[in-house]
């Protein structure tokens, strides 16, 4: 496997469910993001992580919580959910000496919350 | 308040001619720009990049503007190829955060 991968690519979940999405990068970065995008809205930053310490959580629900067990994994757990939060989460890493700012996406999970 | 705005949410072109995707931002921190490039089913790719401190960069057929004086930047791609058909976003980095600010992207399709 090469660069960023995330799984499962969809995910139909209900209000009461609790579910996992996973992301993993192969890049040897030490710095992972959760993204939200929702129709028609630009991509919204969740969390981020630095050798794996959160740094951000940016005002996220605690419906979402993270975890980032090691700079290769991260997870985003997911409980009592409301229909307004299916969208497509993105996972990203980037590299320190390469700069924060170049961000590698995975081909993200696309989430229905009925 | 959206900080990074892609005001055309569709543009199409002829293949072999110039595609321009324009970008503006609100936030005078920003010092780093982006754009990404994203097909259906696919996380965003990154594409180019350009620091403030300059005013152009090219890659190949890709070209990326900056005029901070009007905080607007612009991607340039010449000569327009098929593949090339995908949603462009546009992205700025503020100085000292390790987050990225999205447009919400321009749709280009590019006929053959």
């Known amino acids: 496997e090469t660069g960023v991968t995330q799984t499962p690519r969809h995910l139909v979940m209900g209000m009461t469910n609790k579910k996992s999405l996973k992301c993993e990068q192969h890049?040897?970065?030490?710095?992972m993001y959760w993204y939200k995008q929702s129709a028609k809205k630009p991509l919204e930053l969740m969390f981020v992580y630095n050798f794996k310490e959160q740094t951000e959580n940016n005002s996220v629900p605690s419906r979402f919580s993270p975890e980032c067990p090691n700079s290769s994994h991260l997870f985003l757990h997911l409980h009592t959910l409301q229909p307004e939060d299916s969208a497509l989460y993105l996972c990203?890493?980037?590299?320190?000496?390469?700069?924060?700012?170049?961000?590698?996406f995975g081909p993200g999970t696309r989430l229905t919350v009925t | 308040d959206q900080q990074v705005k892609q005001n055309s949410p569709s543009l199409s072109v002829q293949e072999g001619r110039i595609s321009i995707l324009n970008c503006d931002y609100t936030?005078?921190?920003?010092?780093?720009f982006l754009w990404y490039k994203k097909y259906p089913a696919e996380g965003p790719t990154f594409l180019i990049s350009?620091?403030?401190?300059?005013d152009k960069n090219e890659d190949g057929r890709f070209t990326v503007f900056l005029n901070k004086s009007a905080k607007h930047l612009s991607l340039h791609i010449v000569p327009s190829q098929p593949g090339d058909s995908a949603v462009y976003f546009c992205?700025?980095?503020?100085?000292?955060?390790?987050?990225?600010?999205f447009g919400t992207g321009t749709r280009l399709t590019v006929i053959p």
């Open positions: 890049l040897g970065h030490n710095a």
């Open positions: 992205a700025a980095r503020r100085t000292g955060a390790n987050n990225l600010f």
């Open positions: 990203a890493s980037s590299q320190e000496h390469r700069g924060w700012y170049e961000q590698y």
């Open positions: 936030n005078s921190m920003f010092d780093y």
């Open positions: 350009i620091s403030s401190i300059k």
